[in-house]
């Protein structure tokens, strides 16, 4: 068995060919939720979703979250609501008072469904009803994502990183705000002072977590920040990390990233925005995989090839050169 750690991303791109060198069925997937929000009472965990529905077939992936070809129409009739009765749009977080009230997972990650600030599809919607009435009940997160997995025909073992709430904080010179905010509601543009995982320091690993980490680990080409930190904050999984094989395949050539918001990210947290910054990161990671156009000298195992990954055969690829390294490691 290989655990792979993954945000919404890079992750699942690397994930989307690898059949032939991790059998899904060998393979179980830990999936960051400091990214999580509850958005109308309803509980959206992107990065578990993306996984779900790539492996579903469903996934939508021009954007790398949603499901294809999904209708709009709840979210085209909260905005037509929220215009007709002259609502406020945007991220708006629901009072101080309830961040902290009521459902516990959802602690301060709870916005107003009032002209939703983050698109959600119909389809879509319909995994948050469920797994929000699923946790309701009392079911915790990693039962919920089991069900739902069941549900999209999962062959892959897929887990939240915790069953407990952490909430991903950008602290900017307006104020801290969940990083669905600063980057869904405000494309990121606020400065990055500073990145906390509120919650992080109460979070556990569950015990199926605490399984998978004793298996080789591949950190996948993710966020080191939003994607990985959060994990990182969870009791348990650093240390866990630091006892297994770790292979990390790098989400940058050089200073270069493939795409989002890492280079801010970094740079806010007192990184480096490269290579060599992702190995500081990454004390636990024992070997990497860098593009064959990554000139960083590293203090531990590289194995490159090129890590670009917008088809199967690119996943596959990158794929054989991480086996490659965890078989220098393991
Ligand atoms: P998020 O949850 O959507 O932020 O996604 P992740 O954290 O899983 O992934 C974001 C990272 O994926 C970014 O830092 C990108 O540099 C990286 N990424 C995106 N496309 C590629 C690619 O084709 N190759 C590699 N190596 N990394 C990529």
Request: glycine share 10%.
């Amino acid at each position: 068995m290989v655990t792979f750690l993954a945000g919404g991303t890079g992750t699942p791109k690397l994930l989307a060919g690898a059949g032939d060198v991790f059998p899904p069925e060998r393979t179980t997937v830990v999936a960051n939720t400091g990214d999580d929000i509850e958005l109308g009472g309803h509980l959206v965990c992107p990065d578990l979703d993306t996984v779900l529905f790539l492996d579903g077939g469903e996934l939508d992936r021009e954007t790398w979250w949603g499901i294809a070809d999904d209708s709009d129409a709840t979210h085209d009739e909260l905005h037509r609501l929220a215009d007709a009765a002259d609502l406020p749009t945007g991220p708006q977080y629901l009072p101080e008072d309830i961040q902290t009230a009521g459902r516990d997972i959802a602690r301060h990650r709870r916005f107003s469904g009032v002209a939703e600030f983050m698109y959600i599809g119909d389809r879509d919607r319909a995994v948050h009803v469920t797994r929000t009435s699923l946790l309701d009940a009392g079911h915790s997160l990693t039962e919920v994502t089991r069900r739902l997995a069941d549900a999209f025909g999962l062959e892959r073992t897929l887990l939240p990183m915790s069953d407990d709430p952490v909430a991903t904080m950008i602290h900017t010179p307006r104020g801290p705000m969940h990083f669905q905010e600063w980057w869904v509601g405000r494309n990121g543009v606020p400065a990055v002072e500073d990145v906390e995982f509120r919650g992080g320091d109460r979070a556990t690993a569950s015990d199926s977590v605490l399984q998978a980490l004793a298996d080789p680990v591949v950190v996948g080409p993710s966020n080191p920040v939003t994607s990985l930190g959060p994990m990182l904050a969870v009791e348990g999984i650093r240390e866990a990390l630091a006892e297994t094989p770790v292979v990390a395949v790098s989400p940058f050539v050089g200073d270069r990233v493939f795409s989002g918001p890492a280079t801010a990210l970094m740079a806010g947290v007192g990184r480096d925005p490269s290579t060599a910054g992702v190995a500081d990161a990454y004390p636990f990671a024992d070997a990497f995989v860098l593009d064959s156009d990554d000139e960083t000298a590293l203090d531990r195992p590289v194995v490159r090839t090129d890590t670009t990954l917008d088809t199967e055969a690119d996943s596959d690829r990158v794929a054989r050169a991480v086996a490659d390294a965890l078989g220098e490691v393991t």
